[in-house]
Each structure stands twice: as structure tokens, then as C-alpha cells.
């Protein structure tokens, strides 16, 4: 084992290149069906948590909209009641009081 002939040696290269090519091919395989789904799939999970953090904010302006209006509805109302109107006003002065209760709770 002293002396490597050229063919040993270009056997020994041989060898390890028919070892490492299925592996390598393998690896390659992985990353490109595997790899690239699950980052693709992160983006698509990153993406959705920042549509989720609009939506959020935009849900709680929405809410503070809803409330200001159903106020000033409920304040007209009242004014129409001062002035003596009574039946469907009273009735939802009486409805926007049940819901504001019902949503303060």
C-alpha cells in the first residue's frame, strides 16, 4: 500500500463521487420541494399576521365609530322626546340604552 497507482487513485475519486452525486441529489431534492415550501409558507403566515393586526386596528376605530354614532343617534332622540314626540322614539331610546348596557358588558 505503499505505491498509489493513477487508477487507484482515480478509483477512490470514482467511488466517492458515486456516493456523494445520489446524496447531493437528494439534498437538492429536499430544498427544492421541502425547503422553499415551508419558507413560502411562512410568508404566507407573516402576511396573514399583518392582515390580522389591520384588521385589528381597523375593528377597534370601527367600534369607537359605532359607539359615537349610536350616541349621537340616541342624543337626537332624546331631543326629539323633549319635544314630544313619543311612541318610536321612546322605543329606541329604549333600544339603544338595552344595546349600550348589553355592550359595556
Known amino acids: ?6 487508477q487507484q487513485i482515480a478509483t477512490g475519486i470514482g467511488i466517492i463521487v458515486a456516493i456523494l452525486t445520489p446524496i ?4 437538492k431534492a429536499y430544498k427544492k ?3 422553499d415550501k415551508f419558507e413560502q409558507i411562512n410568508k404566507t403566515i407573516e402576511k396573514q399576521q399583518n392582515e390580522i393586526e389591520i384588521l385589528k386596528k381597523e375593528s377597534t376605530i370601527n367600534k369607537s365609530e359605532n359607539i359615537l354614532l349610536i350616541k349621537s343617534v340616541q342624543a337626537c332622540l ?8 313619543n311612541g318610536p322614539v ?8 338595552e344595546y349600550l348596557l348589553k355592550a359595556s358588558h
Open 78 to 85: 332624546k331631543g326629539l322626546k323633549e319635544q314630544g314626540c
Open 90 to 97: 321612546t322605543e329606541a331610546i329604549t333600544n339603544i340604552d
Open 1 to 6: 500500500m505503499g505505491n498509489l497507482t493513477l
Open 33 to 35: 420541494n421541502v425547503q
Open 24 to 27: 447531493i441529489g437528494i439534498y
